[in-house]
């Protein structure tokens, strides 16, 4: 018997340890006192462990049955889009096809449309370029907008955009015949901007204020170029522009701007002579230097002629202020000597004054022959330049080399006008020291002569 309970007991054990926390704190409330108590325990415990049981696998089985629910929804949602696919898909297949057939269809009706579509954007294109680079358009700014809606469209135009297009080209023609004046915001060098009166002329030039003016484009402004035209182009320009009636004459640009836009490229006179550099400027030394001797002696020779000529007219009374009269001492001094020694005092007095008179004749002459040379020189020296820029640098870009072949051109043409003009009064100022020399020799000839005759008698 007691085996039996002992085993009975181990039993009760294993399930009680096997059960739930809170059958186990039950158990513990309620201790059996007898056999009977503890199987009616046992068994109330299994009874609600079973129920427990149940619970659950009920539960399991519902949350079973949703899952499979959702799955077999899944599955239909996927053949469903699986089938909407492909029904798409031979829908696109067909679309293609009808597009395809309505593209041909399109241009079989459109026939010669499609030509006359392709010249009307090219004549459109072509009326935007002429337009929005023509000086017209700053007087009538934005013309060009509703010809660009045209250009771009991708259907045929319709009438009233033809028209614009007729338009855009007769006005254009109309107004490069026009000289018209309009006031005009013009944006000046410095940055600033005033209103002026401006004359445009035709489609060539625009004139404001005795200067002309050039329409950028891009910036959709007026200003005046950085350089302007040589003086009697804007003299005739201001003529023109005061005009007010009957005909004016005034240069204008063929190009539309373009030549007068090349003159802010060009070099000026000043610039041109800083091309030349330290030979050019050598250059310019010799020929001031030049001047300087050549105006000193025009000066000194003019005031000894004009001594001479006063002496000629009082030969009797010598003075010692001219060439001449100081010849004439000589012959005074000396009455009674012969003729032959008279005429070599005469000689010597003449030597006395030949230096004086042409002093620094002969050094024009030779500054005259160094103005050349060194001319060659500043060639010689620019050309050695360039063929180190060629060393350096290559052939790829000419204007590298710009600079010392206008080197080697200015010095060239400065060394040939420096010679022009000293050669000229060199010319000048030997031909008034040989007209003195001459007047000398011509008296002292005639005092010989008339002494001659004096002893003779």
């Known amino acids: 018997m007691k085996h039996v309970v002992k085993n009975l007991m181990v039993a009760v054990a294993g399930i009680s340890l096997a059960a739930s926390a809170a059958f186990s ?23 609600a462990a079973q129920r427990i049981d149940q619970e659950r696998e009920r539960r399991f089985m519902d949350d079973r049955a949703d899952k499979q629910a959702m799955l077999r929804q899944a599955q239909q949602d996927l053949r469903d889009e699986e ?22 269809e399109l241009d079989n009706m459109v026939g010669t449309l499609g030509e006359i579509f392709g010249v009307i954007r090219g004549a459109a294109a072509d009326t935007i370029g002429r337009i929005s680079t023509s000086i017209v358009s700053a007087q009538y700014p934005d013309r060009e907008l509703i010809l660009e809606s045209l250009a771009e469209a991708r259907e045929l135009p319709n009438i009233a955009e033809l028209e614009e297009l007729w338009l855009a080209l007769l006005t254009e023609m109309t107004e490069s015949g026009k ?69 004016a004459g005034v ?55 004009g001594s001479i000529r006063r002496q000629l007219k009082n030969i009797d009374n010598p003075t010692s202020n001219n060439p001449l009269g100081r010849i004439l001492k000589v012959y005074h001094e000396n009455p009674s000597t012969d003729v032959e020694n008279l005429e070599l005092k005469l000689d010597e007095a003449i030597l006395r004054e030949t230096p004086k008179v042409e002093s620094g004749v002969s050094i024009i002459k030779i500054l005259a022959a160094i103005a050349p040379l060194m001319g060659l020189l500043g060639t010689v020296v ?35 006008i420096a010679a022009l003009p000293l050669i000229v009064v060199h010319s000048i100022v030997a031909s008034k020291s040989k007209s003195i020399l001459h007047t000398l020799d ?6 010989v002569a008339s002494h001659a005759e004096k002893k003779g008698a």
Do not use: C, W
Request: aromatic residues 6%; glycine residues 10%.
């Open 25 to 47: 704190v039950n158990a513990q409330d309620a201790e059996a006192k007898t056999l009977e108590e503890l199987l009616q325990q046992v068994q109330e415990q299994r009874a």
């Open 382 to 416: 620019g050309m050695i330049g360039t063929f180190q820029s060629i060393t350096l640098f290559g052939t790829g870009d000419p204007r590298i080399m710009a600079g010392d072949i206008s080197m080697a051109l200015v010095t060239t043409a400065m060394g040939l």
């Open 83 to 104: 089938a909407r696919s492909t029904r798409l898909q031979q829908e696109y297949a067909q679309n293609e096809i009808d597009i395809g057939n309505k593209e041909t």
């Open 251 to 305: 240069f204008i640009d063929p190009s539309r701007g373009q030549i007068l836009s090349l003159l802010t490229q060009k070099a000026t006179l000043i610039e041109r002579y800083h091309q030349g550099q330290t030979v050019g400027y050598a250059i310019t030394v010799v020929l001031i230097l030049g001047f300087i001797i050549a105006i000193y002696k025009l000066v000194t020779l003019t005031a000894v002629g």
């Open 179 to 247: 000289v018209e004046r309009y006031q005009g915001e013009v944006t000046l060098l410095d940055g600033g901007s005033e209103v002026r009166d401006v004359i445009r002329i035709g489609s060539f030039n625009l004139i404001s204020e005795g200067e002309y003016l050039l329409y950028n484009d891009s910036t959709k402004q007026i200003q005046p170029i950085a350089r302007q035209p040589s003086g009697h182009i804007l003299r005739a320009a201001s003529n023109f522009e005061e005009t007010t009636s009957g005909h």
């Open 442 to 447: 011509e008296q002292a000839a005639g005092i």
